[in-house]
């Protein structure tokens, strides 16, 4: 019997896949399709697909072709397979041509003539693209627009910049908010969290989907009425906090609450920059304060892992300008009923940018900056215990961000990964931050 074996990611199954399969079928008499899972597609960049891994394999199944289906999981998993299966032919189509010669050593390689004209790429990109509008000044509009190149169902038409600003090329501007919205399916809104609630509710009653960085709005009403109003109108409202896309971060919480290092006790997490350069009796007007430009990301762990129903929470604040609301450090304490934690967020000052997640048997080490990692460490008190775990992470997170966003449009289904009811908290946290409830101002 000659047993033949081709890989593919096979998403949104077309005629060429069918042609190909057709063809390896008739090289021998047992074919087995080996189909790569959404890990090791990301770690390959790519992180369009639309289909799930088990969608793509029903949808190979249909075929009948497939004698046998298997999941391509890792980068050398090939040559494992073509032993493990007695395989005498590794086929696949001519756009790999040369690139898979080396495992003539274990087996016959044939390149069949790829089909001409179809492609799953094609395909998406035939799909109607969501029209997005940046809304806010800054560079944040160069990084979303450039990753937005990455993902397929994406298209970034215009800015509307306040101050004007000219950053992008291939981009309309305006400084009309209205004109933006006309134009558009989607916004992204980057501008000062002051302006959020009023930019999303406008952007929802003219029917568009919302990506926002987080915070949403400044207070716990306004967050709830603005996920009301999307679901009621069936539009999307995402929190725009890119760690939560990461693939590292999304394990480590998973690793967290499954019990790996026993239960938790304690969540630090902290994130800092000097950057912007912040002194006192600056202009701070266009300046995000500490709390909302890292306060939501040093919360998510804390949040996702202990949720939201904290016993106490305290505020340690040393300010720039106090009238003007611009901390330079705030270290926000959370004590819960299990556990502890606590979120450090600065622009004037610095600290090591890591996460620690401290349980009972053992902690989660997440070096920094540990907001934008594709590695953590999982420590025991045997050290030969320890284990580290690496995972893909392009474009600090942004791409996927985008990807999830489009996806969750065309879906018509909200599947970010920041929770409403995370979203929520975060903005309750900063309310209290600007009431200057529970704070302990440092001097
Ligand atoms: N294939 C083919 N003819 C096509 C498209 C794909 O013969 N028009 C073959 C590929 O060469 C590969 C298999 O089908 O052997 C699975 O390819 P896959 O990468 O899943 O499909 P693509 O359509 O090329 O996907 P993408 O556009 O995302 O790269």
Redesign the pocket.
């Known amino acids: 019997m000659t047993k033949v074996i081709?890989?593919?990611?096979?998403?949104m199954l077309?005629?060429?896949?069918i042609?190909?399969l057709e063809r390896a079928k008739a090289l021998g008499d047992y074919l087995i399709v080996g189909i790569?899972s959404d890990d090791y597609d990301k770690t390959r960049g790519?992180i369009?697909n639309q289909d799930s891994l088990m969608q793509r394999v029903a949808a190979v199944k249909e075929t009948g072709l497939a004698d046998e289906i298997i999941v391509e999981e890792y980068e050398g998993q090939k040559i494992d397979d073509i032993k493990k299966y007695n395989v005498d032919i590794f086929?696949?189509?001519?756009?790999?041509i040369g690139y898979f010669d080396y495992l003539s050593d274990y087996c016959k390689v044939v390149y069949?003539?790829?089909?001409?004209?179809?492609?799953?790429?094609?395909?998406?990109a035939e799909q109607r693209k969501l029209r997005i509008g940046l809304v806010g000044s800054g560079m944040l509009s160069v990084k979303f627009a450039k990753e937005a190149k990455f993902v397929n169902g994406a298209d970034v038409v215009g800015l509307c910049s306040p101050d004007g600003q000219l950053l992008l090329e291939d981009v309309d501007h305006t400084q009309d908010y209205n004109e933006l919205l006309d134009n558009t399916d989607a916004v992204y809104i980057f501008s000062k969290p002051e302006e959020h609630y009023k930019a999303i509710k406008k952007a929802l009653e003219k029917g568009k989907h919302v990506l926002c960085e987080s915070p949403l709005a400044y207070t716990a009403d306004e967050v709830s009425e603005l996920y009301a109003m999307a679901e009621e109108k069936g539009l999307i409202l995402m929190d725009a906090i890119k760690t939560a896309y990461s693939t590292a971060y999304e394990r480590l919480i998973l690793l967290a609450k499954s019990g790996k290092i026993g239960q938790v006790v304690s969540v630090t997490a902290a994130c800092t920059s000097l950057k912007d350069n912040l002194a006192p009796g600056m202009d701070f007007s266009r300046h995000w304060n500490s709390m909302c430009a890292w306060g939501p990301s040093a919360m998510l762990p804390i949040f996702d892992i202990f949720g939201t129903d904290y016993k106490q929470l305290t505020y340690y604040t040393k300010f720039l300008d106090k009238a003007a609301n611009m901390d330079a450090f705030t270290k926000i304490n959370f004590v819960y009923a299990s556990g502890v934690a606590s979120a450090t967020a600065a622009k004037g000052a610095k600290a090591e940018g890591e996460l620690i997640i401290t349980g009972t048997k053992g902690y989660i080490y997440v070096p920094a900056p540990w907001w934008k990692t594709d590695y953590f460490e999982v420590r025991f008190e045997n050290p030969e215990n320890n284990r580290r775990f690496f995972y893909q992470l392009d474009g600090e997170g942004i791409r996927y961000e985008i990807a999830a966003f489009a996806k969750s449009v065309s879906a018509g289904k909200n599947i970010s990964y920041v929770s409403q009811a995370v979203s929520e908290a975060i903005v309750r946290v900063v309310e209290g931050f600007n009431a200057k409830r529970n704070m302990i101002e440092l001097m």
């Not at 081709?6 to 998403?11: E, H, I, K, V």
């Not at 086929?91 to 790999?96: A, E, F, I, Q, R």
């Open positions: 081709t890989y593919g990611t096979f998403d077309h005629y060429g896949h042609r190909l790569t790519k369009n086929t696949v189509g001519s756009d790999w069949l003539p790829r089909t001409e004209g179809v492609s799953s790429s094609f395909v998406r």
